[in-house]
């Protein structure tokens, strides 16, 4: 395992006749494999191709994401989450056009300093998008190096992410590092799965030490995750007599920061009449409609939101500070509402 490129042949050729045909490695443009990796970082394969297309197709390059109206770009974004990514990709466009007249500058530093670019995706773009040698190296990678080289160490640890880091670069073919780093990613991704790898079919069974174990599965190591946070909240879904909804635009700080939601009464569960009281405070006519409160519930990274949302109805007034009234035309096609209210947003429609 130790000479250089031992893994390479094999491996490139299983990825060139086996791949996936996505829409971004058609055309791995810089811009199309940042836009791509960004997507991927928290979304299904199959989940973010709708997305990516409609993004790219409204978008098609770094000066039009820099000048696209932030609503507009939520919008896009909207049902993909973690809006800082998609925050992050406009100040970088921005970045890349008033320094690098509106292209991604071919340098992997320079790549780094860009907001939301971190080693991973700034090693992605330089390798798949400019064809530089340079690591990309994902859960994916992390799992089949480990396996390869039968490799205990917690993957969590930086020390044993550089020394993986350092063996991808061992095998790296300078003249083919994007398709070599997408086949790594591709062979975690279809073979060597996080559940029970299918080594029969991997193109690098005879080289690999954790088959030779005989028990590769129980690789990688890494330490338990820690316990979500649990928090409740109570919010109230308020229609007013034109048949529209109330938002609040959340803080400009911490989870979904400016993004709209049903306006939250209180960090905790309230019942019916703390509800209606809490509503008042914010529409002083507000009437709590005879139905069974929604309850939902959502995951994040390291919090869980428990919510209780009261249906209630109040005359035609101008929005409390910080709201607005959305028709559900508006709702559907203006406002973008994160995937946690998902539940209510039914509702609301
Ligand atoms: Fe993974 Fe099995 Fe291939 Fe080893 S032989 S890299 S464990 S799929």
Do not use: H
């Given at each position: 395992m130790s000479e250089p490129f031992l893994i390479a042949q094999p491996l490139l050729h299983w990825f060139w006749a086996n791949h996936r045909v996505l829409p971004f490695r058609s055309d791995p443009t810089p811009y199309h494999v940042w836009v791509s990796e960004i997507m991927l970082?928290?979304?299904?394969?199959?989940?973010?191709?709708?997305?990516?297309?409609?993004?790219?197709?409204?978008?098609?390059?770094?000066?039009?994401?820099?000048?696209?109206?932030?609503?507009?770009?939520?919008?896009?974004?909207?049902?993909?989450?973690?809006?800082?990514?998609?925050?992050?990709?406009?100040?970088?466009?921005?970045?890349?056009?008033?320094?690098?007249g509106g292209q991604l500058p071919g340098d992997l530093a320079a790549l780094k300093k860009l907001p939301g670019i971190g080693d991973y995706t700034a090693g992605a773009i330089a390798s798949i998008g400019f064809g530089i040698p340079a690591p990309a190296v994902d859960g994916n990678?992390?799992?089949?190096?480990?396996?390869?080289?039968?490799?205990?160490?917690?993957?969590?640890?930086?020390?044993?992410?550089?020394?993986?880091?350092?063996?991808?670069?061992?095998?790296?073919?300078?003249e083919a590092p994007g398709d070599f780093n997408q086949a790594l990613m591709e062979l975690g991704a279809l073979v060597c799965t996080p559940g029970q790898p299918d080594c029969a079919a991997c193109p690098l069974q005879a080289l690999c030490l954790g088959r030779q174990s005989g028990n590769p599965a129980r690789l990688p190591q890494k330490a338990p995750k820690k316990a979500r946070k649990k928090c409740e909240l109570t919010l109230c879904l308020a229609q007013d007599a034109a048949g529209r909804w109330l938002l609040q635009k959340r803080g400009e700080q911490g989870v979904l920061a400016g993004l709209w939601q049903p306006p939250v009464l209180a960090e905790e569960a309230l019942d019916e009449k703390k509800a209606l009281a809490a509503a008042q405070k914010l529409l002083p006519a507000a009437v709590l409609l005879k139905e069974k409160p929604l309850k939902a519930k959502h995951i994040f990274t390291h919090l869980e939101w428990h919510m209780t949302a009261y249906v209630m109805t109040a005359p035609c007034t101008p929005p409390p500070e910080g709201c607005v009234w959305a028709s559900p035309a508006q709702l559907e096609q203006e406002y973008t509402l994160p995937g946690a209210f998902k539940t209510l947003r039914k509702r609301m429609l």
């Open positions: 970082q928290q979304t299904r394969v199959a989940a973010a191709v709708p997305y990516y297309e409609r993004f790219v197709q409204e978008l098609p390059d770094i000066p039009a994401l820099a000048a696209c109206e932030e609503e507009r770009l939520l919008k896009l974004w909207e049902g993909l989450g973690y809006y800082s990514r998609v925050r992050n990709l406009q100040k970088a466009a921005r970045i890349v056009c008033e320094q690098y990678v992390l799992r089949v190096f480990a396996r390869l080289y039968n490799d205990e160490g917690d993957i969590m640890q930086p020390a044993v992410k550089a020394a993986t880091t350092q063996k991808v670069m061992a095998q790296q073919p300078a």
